[in-house]
């Protein structure tokens, strides 16, 4: 499993067409007026990695398995939805389930489409958006502060420090800011766990713009870059959908002749990993190849337990070899040979691209 996304933003924005196009499926109904994804929907594609391939090829593996992004096409949101507006509350808590939120905003005029507040401004649909979470967080966590006030009265010992973090977080919430931005984040951030705080999760935006505006962006991209003062990705979600309807050699065509180096499931997945600190490693045999995902710093039982828990429980060592070691020496074998297999022990952090294999007591 790669990470999980939920696509979130007002309703008609193009978050179910780009969802549609983003994992080839056809089940998710665009259609222009509010709320028509009423349940979550959820696909799972693969994340493109070229070196799995090369790595597959080299052991001559039965199968090849590539990590995964989970794409969760979430019901459009209005002002409101934190008491209840537009089924609110509902489609709230389906977006703490996720990893990272892709904020999909409007960046174009279709008056073909409607606009569930009749105007397109970008940064005022950002701020409801944002606005809805926050109230959201800031109800769940107050009645969270009500439970550790009585625990803490009963003698809990962990129940003080959540009320400090409650307490630190409701600062914020309050402030109108996100959780994520709590100057002391760092310091309470293990007491959070229970709080499951959409606020907490790091946001991708995608502005959602016409074919012309594709490359350079328009005043609606410019304008929301000024305001929210962060990155944001371009994509046509009428793009897409003529790129998943296409071969692999013709999506490269259809790519060079728009100007595009790269489609916009590949530019949200490289901003995914960047955001989520994330890295690869794989393991490569007769069987199967297959890449891992884990977060960038982890360590070698960590990553042992991406695959079984008992690997980790029972950690020994991980025999480690770097990918452009492994293709040079067209192997293992001949990387052993020559002295660039590795054995790696509890403290080592795993590097992006390491061919592992765990060594474990049952």
């Given at each position: 499993?790669?990470?999980?996304?939920?696509?979130?933003?007002?309703?008609?924005?193009?978050?179910?067409?780009?969802?549609?196009?983003?994992?080839?499926?056809?089940?998710?109904?665009?259609?222009?007026?509010?709320?028509?994804?009423?349940?979550?929907?959820?696909?799972?594609?693969?994340?493109?990695?070229?070196?799995?391939?090369m790595?597959?090829?080299?052991?001559?593996?039965?199968?090849?398995?590539?990590?995964?992004?989970?794409?969760?096409?979430?019901?459009?949101?209005?002002?409101?939805?934190?008491?209840?507006?537009?089924?609110?509350n509902?489609?709230?808590?389906?977006?703490?389930?996720?990893?990272?939120?892709?904020?999909?905003?409007?960046?174009?005029?279709?008056?073909?489409?409607?606009?569930?507040?009749?105007?397109?401004?970008?940064?005022?649909?950002?701020?409801?958006?944002?606005?809805?979470?926050?109230?959201?967080?800031?109800?769940?966590?107050l009645?969270?502060?009500?439970?550790?006030?009585?625990?803490?009265?009963?003698?809990?010992?962990?129940?003080?420090?959540?009320?400090?973090?409650?307490?630190?977080?409701?600062?914020?919430?309050?402030?109108?800011?996100?959780?994520i931005?709590?100057?002391?984040?760092?310091?309470?951030?293990?007491?959070?766990?229970?709080?499951?705080?959409?606020?907490?999760?790091?946001?991708?935006?995608v502005?959602?713009?016409?074919?012309?505006?594709?490359?350079?962006?328009?005043?609606?991209?410019?304008?929301?870059?000024?305001?929210?003062?962060?990155?944001?990705?371009?994509?046509?979600?009428?793009?897409?959908?003529?790129?998943?309807?296409?071969?692999?050699?013709?999506?490269?065509?259809y790519?060079?002749?728009?100007?595009?180096?790269?489609s916009?499931?590949?530019?949200?997945?490289?901003?995914?990993?960047?955001?989520?600190?994330?890295?690869?490693?794989?393991?490569?045999?007769?069987?199967e190849?297959?890449?891992?995902?884990?977060?960038?710093?982890?360590?070698?039982?960590?990553?042992?337990?991406?695959?079984?828990?008992?690997?980790?429980?029972?950690f020994?060592?991980?025999?480690?070899?770097?990918?452009?070691d492994?293709?040079?020496?067209?192997?293992?074998?001949?990387?052993?040979?020559?002295?660039?297999?590795?054995?790696?022990?509890?403290?080592?952090?795993?590097q992006?691209g390491?061919?592992?294999?765990?060594?474990?007591?049952?």
């Amino acid at each position: 499993m790669g990470f999980k996304c939920g696509i979130v933003g007002l309703p008609n924005v193009g978050k179910s067409t780009l969802f549609n196009a983003l994992t080839k499926k056809i089940n998710a109904e665009a259609a222009n007026y509010p709320f028509c994804t009423i349940e979550p929907n959820e696909g799972t594609v693969p994340v493109p990695d070229e070196r799995v391939e090369m790595l597959s090829t080299i052991s001559k593996s039965k199968k090849t398995i590539p990590t995964t992004l989970t794409f969760f096409d979430i019901a459009g949101l209005v002002r409101g939805a934190s008491k209840g507006e537009g089924l609110g509350n509902k489609f709230l808590s389906h977006i703490r389930e996720v990893d990272a939120i892709i904020h999909v905003v409007r960046c174009f005029e279709d008056n073909n489409i409607t606009h569930v507040n009749n105007t397109i401004d970008p940064y005022d649909d950002v701020s409801t958006i944002n606005t809805e979470l926050i109230l959201s967080d800031l109800e769940i966590t107050l009645k969270l502060k009500t439970n550790f006030e009585k625990l803490k009265k009963k003698g809990d010992k962990d129940a003080g420090k959540k009320l400090n973090a409650a307490d630190l977080i409701l600062n914020q919430l309050e402030a109108g800011l996100p959780a994520i931005s709590c100057p002391k984040i760092n310091e309470i951030i293990d007491d959070l766990k229970e709080f499951n705080l959409i606020t907490l999760k790091p946001v991708i935006y995608v502005c959602n713009v016409d074919e012309k505006s594709i490359i350079e962006g328009n005043k609606f991209t410019k304008d929301l870059s000024q305001n929210i003062k962060e990155d944001i990705i371009l994509i046509s979600a009428e793009i897409e959908s003529q790129i998943s309807s296409l071969s692999s050699a013709d999506q490269a065509e259809y790519l060079e002749s728009l100007g595009l180096k790269q489609s916009g499931l590949n530019k949200i997945i490289k901003s995914g990993y960047q955001t989520l600190s994330l890295i690869t490693y794989f393991t490569s045999g007769e069987q199967e190849t297959r890449a891992w995902t884990v977060t960038s710093g982890s360590k070698a039982p960590d990553a042992a337990g991406k695959i079984h828990s008992d690997f980790q429980s029972g950690f020994i060592r991980a025999e480690t070899i770097s990918y452009d070691d492994f293709v040079e020496c067209d192997g293992e074998i001949k990387a052993k040979e020559l002295g660039k297999m590795r054995s790696e022990g509890k403290e080592y952090v795993v590097q992006d691209g390491d061919v592992m294999h765990f060594l474990f007591n049952n």
